[in-house]
């Protein structure tokens, strides 16, 4: 018995010695892992470089930000070959690492580079800041193949936000049991599986390739909300959901064994959000909520939100009590309740409630609840360093505040810390690397330098930085569909910075807010001031030109619309729509017809243009035609009230009393306050060939 287990232990020992060797050989063979070069939820299409070489003109050998890359990085500049006594830093992640809604000036990477020579003079310290904005883990676990050529010490990684910007097909590797992946991640760390593999995959050919079929990124970042409809263009998916989660756990260990294949140490940080003062981005009924129940949450959150501005707190809460019964989903429900109970010091429901809100935003562009424990799991399984920013922020808040809940003080918008964030989690990261040796502060290392430094580097960021900042967070909130809130932060912007090129869009989100509370003419004044800045703006003229509109300025408001349709990049159909509506109201009724025709042409199935088509030929005298555009706009619409009215008219001006009633009789069917319809049966059963014409505005 004892030399039958002493055969299976010396044959074990054997085994694992092969293997050891073969694995150590293909090392020193330069075979890369898997895990290095592959995720198996996604392919990118292509590819390139983020730093490129260059010479400078004193001859120093650089490697600079690509061109092609400046749109969503800092531009940073190091030395090709790491100095003797160089401590090279790369700082990775999306926009918060990048520095929005400033830059890296006022970035966690800035203030580690302020505060590590202040800490640790024995060494140099070189901060390089690869932070991009929209960057997702996936691609920061891409971008990590090229930096750890430039001969890195130190990665520290803070991602989490952008995991849902993309649109990701996960094929056939997405329904693989997970036993089965991470049985399958943790052998591709392995480069003798790695060999396997690939050998495998060249015998089997193309079928095997099919069987593995990945989505492919494109090289750059193209989000949802840039290529759609904003927050709509997001729909509940649990199973994408979950999938999404496992693709950020696995790009995360990919990070860190791509680090430590390379021999350099990482510092995971979690990704806190603002869950206060940030609203969800989108709410969604759950699946299967009868109309009833619909409009019964509509009516109860309507109460909540009135009674709420009226400071009856407990009424209000109870209305948003009632409409969670009817569904326990709806994100803004969540969010209301939540606000409510941190009124009524019920802190610990609150933060509750305000994670529960996080949770159901259907558009989320915030980090999820798990995400942070998915970062501290992976630091505990690949035995990494993790600055718990999350926890650090929810532990300060509770010394200043009764409860622990992240908001506008630590955010400037929905993830982007403030300025003074920024520090804090550099001095966090500074505080981990100290506990693991990177750091040896010095004595002079203390609250009176760090508090030196502070005041030096603030002093540094002057009114125009923070008007540029303001306007990159307006854009940011417009672009999320949060368009209140952009426009609030615009005008700040505006007054810190008002001829700045930026201050265009700023002008624009401040002119719209003031339409839509009814001042036109203030919205005009700031539209002129955007025109100043760029006169032949497409949208700004679209806008100007809509509200000139309004004020019955049609002269000019022609010339803008016209010059929007000149310089914009296609047709849009509502300056069509908008000339058409201009030339009616001022009773020039074939250039009507001529502009309306314009807008069925580009878009033939719209109902509306149809009618008002129609309507302009019947003004100018073309009734037959006129005719043909009301049915064709019934046959897109069924239940248009006017069209059928307005058909009803020419056929009783025809003589065709009985068919006109019927016309009548279907426009009242369909509403009864339609007043052409009223008067124009009136007249047909009077047997009155010419009923009232309303003036139409």
């Not at 021999?263 to 959000?273: E, H, M, Q, W």
């Not at 929810?394 to 955010?411: L, T, V, W, Y």
Request: aromatic fraction near 8%; charge should be positive.
């Amino acid at each position: 018995m004892k030399k039958n287990l002493l055969n299976i232990v010396t044959g074990l020992l054997i085994t694992f010695g092969i293997l050891g060797l073969t694995e150590l050989g293909l090392y020193i063979a330069g075979i890369k892992t898997i895990q290095q070069t592959e995720d198996p939820f996604v392919g990118y299409a292509s590819s390139s470089p983020l730093y490129v070489p260059h010479t400078a003109p004193d001859g120093n050998k650089l490697m600079v930000m690509a061109p092609g890359k400046r749109s969503w990085f800092n531009k940073q500049v190091f030395l090709r070959s790491k100095p003797e006594g160089c401590l090279r830093i790369f700082t990775l992640g999306g926009s918060t690492t990048y520095g929005r809604p400033y830059n890296d000036s006022t970035s966690f990477s800035r203030w580690l580079r302020e505060y590590l020579p202040a800490a640790d003079s024995s060494k140099h310290w070189e901060v390089v800041n690869a932070g991009g904005i929209s960057y997702a883990s996936y691609r920061i676990a891409e971008l990590m193949k090229e930096l750890v050529q430039y001969q890195p010490d130190l990665f520290i990684v803070y991602t989490g936000h952008n995991e849902f910007l993309e649109e990701r097909t996960y094929r056939k590797v997405a329904s693989i049991p997970d036993l089965v992946r991470e049985t399958s991640s943790l052998l591709g760390k392995t480069r003798l599986y790695t060999t396997m593999q690939r050998g495998y995959q060249k015998i089997k050919g193309d079928r095997k390739k099919k069987l593995r079929k990945k989505y492919h990124m494109t090289g750059e970042v193209k989000t949802l909300l840039d290529n759609s409809f904003g927050p709509a263009s997001y729909h509940r998916d649990d199973s994408l959901r979950t999938k999404v989660l496992q693709h950020y756990r696995y790009s995360l260990q990919r990070i860190v064994q791509t680090a430590k294949n390379a021999g350099v140490k990482v510092i995971l940080c979690t990704t806190p959000a603002n869950i206060k003062d940030c609203s969800p981005f989108k709410s969604q009924y759950t699946k299967g909520l009868s109309q009833n129940s619909r409009n019964r949450l509509t009516l109860l959150l309507k109460e909540g939100k009135t009674l709420e501005q009226q400071g009856l707190l407990n009424e209000a809460l109870e209305r948003y009590n009632q409409a969670i019964k009817l569904d326990t989903q709806y994100a803004e429900l969540l969010y209301r309740t939540g606000k409510v109970l941190l009124k009524l010091e019920r802190f610990q429901e609150a933060s509750v409630m305000l994670n529960r809100a996080l949770n159901e935003d259907i558009c989320p562009l915030r980090a999820l609840p798990e995400m942070s424990s998915i970062v501290l799991e992976t630091g505990k399984q690949m035995q990494i360093p993790v600055v718990d920013f999350k926890a650090f922020l929810e532990e300060k808040i509770s010394r200043n505040h009764k409860h622990a809940i992240p908001g506008s003080d630590e955010f400037l918008d929905h993830v982007h810390p403030t300025i003074e964030s920024n520090r804090l989690l550099a001095l966090e990261i500074i505080r981990k690397m100290v506990t693991k040796g990177i750091v040896t502060s010095g004595p002079q290392w203390g609250e009176a330098l760090i508090q030196q430094i502070k005041t030096q580097v603030e002093a540094g960021i002057d009114s125009s930085s923070h008007g540029l900042a303001l306007h990159n967070l307006a854009k940011v909130l417009n672009w999320a569909g949060k368009y209140e809130d952009a426009a609030h932060i615009a005008e700040r912007a505006i007054g810190l910075l008002p001829s700045h090129l930026q201050a265009l869009t700023s002008y624009q989100y401040v002119g719209t807010a003031k339409e839509r509370s009814g001042k036109t003419e203030e919205a005009i004044v700031l539209y002129r001031r955007a025109l100043a800045l760029d006169s032949n703006n497409p949208e700004t003229n679209r806008l100007l030109g809509k509200s000139l509109a309004w004020s019955r300025q049609y002269a000019e408001a022609e010339r803008r619309l016209q010059t929007s349709l000149k310089y914009g990049q296609e047709e849009d159909i509502e300056i069509l729509w908008d000339l058409g509506m201009i030339q009616l109201q001022q009773q020039n009724f074939l250039k009507a017809v001529a502009w309306f025709e314009r807008a069925v042409n580009k878009e033939p199935g719209n109902p509306r243009i149809h009618f008002y088509l129609a309507e302009a030929l019947y003004l100018a005298g073309r009734s037959t035609e006129a005719s043909g555009e009301y049915l064709r706009t019934m046959q897109l619409n069924p239940k248009d009230a006017e069209a059928h009215a307005a058909l009803g008219q020419i056929l009783l001006e025809r003589g065709q009393r009985s068919e006109a009633i019927k016309y009548f009789s279907r426009a009242l069917q369909l509403n009864p306050q339609i007043q052409r319809a009223r008067q124009g049966l009136a007249a047909a059963l009077a047997n009155q060939n010419k009923p009232f014409l309303e003036k139409r505005n």
